[in-house]
């Protein structure tokens, strides 16, 4: 697992296929999740090895991204993006990965954190096409 610090965006860079208000219901429902009224979450799983720290922006009634950093295993991730984004990810989301500032594809940045070996080949296949 690797340390990661990411803005979430939507296809094009645009929002995010939900709104506050979906996603914050979808977090408070997920197991290891602490959900704020101001946006902030937090993830914890497997006795504290996992976490993930977020904020959700939104305007307009949308999200119009997110900021999400921690050390998760896929499955986790998983979890936490379809809390965010609801369960359609169709793989045209859009990451900004920081400190560098390098846009890249969501597909891209889960295939670089998550190589593909035989579990992570059949969860991501199940999403997204590595």
């Known amino acids: 697992m690797n340390h990661f610090h990411l803005y979430l965006y939507g296809p094009n860079n645009g929002p995010l296929p939900a709104s506050f208000d979906q996603a ?3 977090l408070q429902e997920t197991a290891g999740c602490s959900f704020e009224p101001d946006g902030s979450f937090g993830f914890v799983a497997n006795r504290g090895q996992e976490r993930l720290f977020g904020m959700l922006y939104d305007a307009g ?3 119009q991204y997110v900021d999400l950093q ?3 295993s896929l499955g986790s991730w ?3 993006l379809a809390a965010v984004v609801g369960e359609k990810c169709d793989g ?3 990451v900004l990965q920081l400190p560098g500032r390098v846009l890249k594809s969501l597909q891209d940045f889960q ?3 998550w190589p593909p070996g035989p ?3 059949a969860v991501l296949t199940h999403y997204f096409r590595c």
Do not use: D, F
Request: aromatic share 0%.
């Open 78 to 80: 998983l979890c936490v």
């Open 92 to 94: 045209q989301l859009v």
């Open 111 to 113: 295939c670089e954190n």
């Open 24 to 26: 914050a219901a979808r």
């Open 70 to 72: 921690g050390q998760v």
């Open 61 to 63: 009634g949308v999200l």
């Open 119 to 121: 579990v992570e080949s």
